[in-house]
């Protein structure tokens, strides 16, 4: 099974600034097989980015995704008041497998 | 646009089995995986296992297997997931997703509302 590390655990940042979450996988993650979703209190998460660097239907430009192999990573430009949550990566090359999250809280 | 409604909350005693429904409306049901996903309190996202309807055959995670039957009805786009011999470690929001990938499980896109299954004596 592949490992996913995100980092930080928890992001303390200010609207307007840039959001940098990293997920680093056990092994290579194959094809840019590679998920980011976003998650609010009470609701279900949302498919931000797949392929690793490919936005989701919807998904505000501010949102990038980047990285291959065992190496990934989100960013988002400048936070805005909704961007407030927590961050989950997946990997879905072998069984599906999901990072612990990433919280980003204002600062 | 595929939207995913799944049955209820439930409540169950420790050592019985639950089982959850996943009805798809607006979109194509039979080729795109379904997969069911469970959150615990406070906790993150655990992939269980999926199904694509189409080839009728369930992948499950190690941790689940034995414990838990994914299974699909073509004829009404519903997925179900059986999950048994409940513990109270067991309880948690569970959802299901559709796979963005035809034939294998993939990102998830997009998720029911979720099911909270409450595991107490």
């Known amino acids: 099974e592949i490992v996913l590390t995100q980092s930080p655990g928890t992001l303390s940042l200010s609207p307007g600034e840039r959001a940098t979450l990293s997920c680093r996988a056990s092994?290579?993650?194959?094809?840019?097989?590679l998920a980011w979703y976003q998650q609010k209190p009470g609701q279900a998460p949302r498919l931000l980015i797949y392929?690793?660097?490919s936005r989701a239907t919807g998904i505000p430009d501010r949102f990038s995704g980047s990285g291959s192999g065992t190496d990934f990573t989100l960013t988002i430009s400048s936070l805005e008041p909704e961007d407030f949550a927590v961050y989950y990566c997946?990997?879905?090359?072998?069984?599906?497998?999901f990072g612990q999250g990433t919280k980003v809280q204002i600062k | 646009q595929v939207q995913l409604v799944q049955s209820g909350a439930e409540v169950k005693r420790p050592g019985s089995s639950v089982k959850v429904s996943c009805e798809a409306s607006g979109g194509s049901f039979n080729t795109y995986p379904i997969s069911w996903v469970r959150q615990a309190p406070g906790q993150g996202l655990e992939w269980m296992g999926g199904?694509?309807?189409?080839?009728?055959?369930?992948y499950y995670a190690q941790k689940f297997q034995g414990r838990v039957t994914i299974n699909a009805d073509k004829s009404t786009s519903t997925g179900y997931m059986e999950l048994r011999s409940l513990r109270s470690e067991d309880t948690a929001v569970y959802y299901c997703?559709?796979?963005?990938?035809?034939?294998?499980?993939?990102?998830?896109?997009?998720w029911g509302q979720g099911t909270l299954v409450t595991v107490s004596s």
């Open positions: 997946q990997q879905y090359g072998s069984s599906p497998t």
């Open positions: 092994q290579s993650v194959s094809s840019y097989s």
């Open positions: 392929g690793a660097s």
């Open positions: 997703a559709r796979g963005g990938i035809i034939g294998t499980m993939g990102w998830f896109d997009p």
């Open positions: 199904i694509i309807p189409i080839f009728d055959s369930p």
